[in-house]
């Protein structure tokens, strides 16, 4: 076996954590596709693991939608659904510690889509969404809920 020197282990494995760092992020940022019947999605909770603790958000994307919606989980079987277009001028939002947050102007919501920090002065598009008795979670991709 061939011996490495500090200097080449120092950045073989420094190459590894920023790899490492770049795809989770990029992870991250991706939407899960998901396909609308009858203008609903459905998701089965339990094939969701991200939605399971409150604070738990996913990111999805349909044929249906604009854009990518977040949903999000609160305390118990409440969730919120919101479109990831910034009202402000349709840049689209991200998580950030707690928050939804505009990369183009600064704007920033909760995770409720309420307006916390302008120039947006309306909040994100909400989509209607509950739990059925089966756990799973509906959308309505009409809006305005």
């Known amino acids: 076996m061939k011996s490495m020197d500090?200097?080449?282990?120092?950045?073989?494995?420094?190459?590894?954590?920023v790899s490492g760092a770049v795809f989770s992020a990029c992870a991250?940022?991706?939407?899960?596709?998901?396909t609308?019947?009858?203008?609903?999605?459905q998701l089965a909770l339990s094939d969701y693991?991200?939605?399971?603790?409150?604070g738990g958000s996913l990111k999805i994307s349909t044929s249906e939608s604009a854009a990518p919606l977040f949903v999000i989980r609160h305390e118990g079987?409440?969730?919120v659904t919101v479109?990831?277009?910034?009202?402000?001028?349709?840049c689209s939002v991200r998580?950030?510690?707690?928050?939804?947050?505009?990369?183009?102007?600064?704007?920033t919501f909760d995770f409720r889509g309420v307006v916390l920090r302008g120039p947006a002065?309306?909040?994100?598009?909400?989509?209607?969404?509950?739990?059925?008795s089966n756990n799973v979670l509906e959308i309505e991709l009409g809006g305005s809920g």
């Open 95 to 107: 998580a950030e510690a707690g928050t939804l947050a505009c990369p183009c102007h600064g704007s």
């Open 28 to 34: 991250s940022l991706a939407s899960v596709p998901v």
């Open 6 to 17: 500090r200097r080449t282990f120092v950045g073989a494995t420094a190459s590894v954590v």
């Open 83 to 90: 479109s990831s277009l910034c009202t402000h001028q349709g």
């Open 121 to 132: 002065e309306r909040p994100l598009e909400r989509f209607p969404t509950r739990v059925t």
């Open 36 to 41: 609308p019947v009858n203008g609903r999605v």
């Open 77 to 79: 079987d409440e969730f």
């Open 49 to 54: 693991p991200a939605l399971a603790q409150p």
